[in-house]
């Protein structure tokens, strides 16, 4: 049986709406910056299993392992942890569409720092962007949420974008899985030295039906992004990149379904949701 890479994508699309799901229902006991630890412990224990049956780290020099620590600090620690508290304060179906943003950052970036060229499907991708986030902002006032509270997830997808870039620079002196590796340990490491330096450790216990959504999320967000990459590998960046940024249209599926009376949704934060989607797939696809 021969799996496509569009097949690949969309299942990764799946996996993240999944986690963010499960991060919301994990949440409803404990805080987000229990969620966001577990889900580094998990995030580690699974990569670097994957780096011993992959054969090892191989032979990455030090500015590869200098920036994949980097957007280990910035995006793994910074992006997670504002994703959990996005997902706790405007709900998770808000908060995919918005965190979804970030390879719109990651192209802004490309532009300015690598002097990328504006084209036609990135002004109009932006601009649908830009219209289904003033609905979400407008549907989500509907359910009680501050619109100075979408900053919250908007910094995730910038942090997400700037990892992007980070990413894409480490690649030359390291491969992805091992990479990877590097990434979410320096975040394990820094943010469970900030917990216990601030003297939160208590932060990092948990048990319960939370320990076992929050471990669920970390293993379906770190397969997603497993099937990312091997989806990567059998196809084009055209192809997968487009497909595995309809997430958030899962994330409305899954929470109408399993976070009924947790995450509220009315017409403008679903046609919002839609037009986001539509915006970073003109971006992505046509770019």
């Known amino acids: 049986m021969v799996i496509s890479a569009p097949a690949l994508a969309l299942t990764s699309a799946l996996c993240s709406a999944a986690a963010t799901v499960l991060i919301s229902r994990g949440l409803v006991r404990y805080g987000p910056y ?5 889900n ?3 995030g580690t224990t699974c990569v670097w299993i994957a780096v ?6 191989g032979r990455p020099t030090p500015a590869g392992v200098a920036y994949f620590a980097l957007a280990g600090l910035i995006g793994t620690v910074g992006g997670r942890l504002l994703r959990f508290i996005s997902i706790e304060t405007v709900g998770a179906s808000i908060s995919a569409a918005l965190i979804n943003l970030s390879p ?3 192209t802004a970036l490309a532009i300015a720092v690598l002097g990328e060229h504006v ?3 990135v002004l109009v991708g932006t601009l649908v962007i830009v219209g289904g986030t003033t609905l979400l902002s407008a549907g989500g006032r509907g359910t009680g949420v501050r619109a100075v509270a979408l900053l919250l997830p908007l910094m995730s997808a910038v942090c997400f974008g700037v990892v992007a870039v980070l990413r894409k620079i480490g690649l030359s002196g390291m491969a992805p899985i091992p990479g990877f590796a590097v990434n979410v340990t320096a975040a394990l490491v820094a943010y469970t030295a900030f917990l216990v330096a601030s003297r939160q450790s208590t932060l ?3 048990r ?8 669920l999320a970390g293993v379906a967000e770190n397969l997603g992004v497993f099937l990312l990459l091997l989806a990567l590998s059998l196809g084009t960046v055209s192809v997968v990149a487009p497909l595995a940024s309809v997430s958030p249209i899962f994330v409305l599926v899954l929470s109408f379904f399993f976070l009924r009376g947790i995450d509220m949704l009315n017409r403008r934060i679903v046609v919002g949701t839609l037009l986001i989607v539509a915006g970073v797939y003109l971006i992505m696809a046509l770019r």
């Open 204 to 206: 990092m216990t948990c």
């Open 208 to 215: 319960g039906r939370s320990l076992a959504y929050f471990v």
């Open 34 to 38: 229990t969620g966001a630890w577990v």
């Open 104 to 106: 719109l950052v990651a």
């Open 52 to 57: 011993l049956l992959g054969g090892g780290v």
């Open 119 to 121: 084209t036609a499907p």
């Open 40 to 42: 580094l412990v998990v």
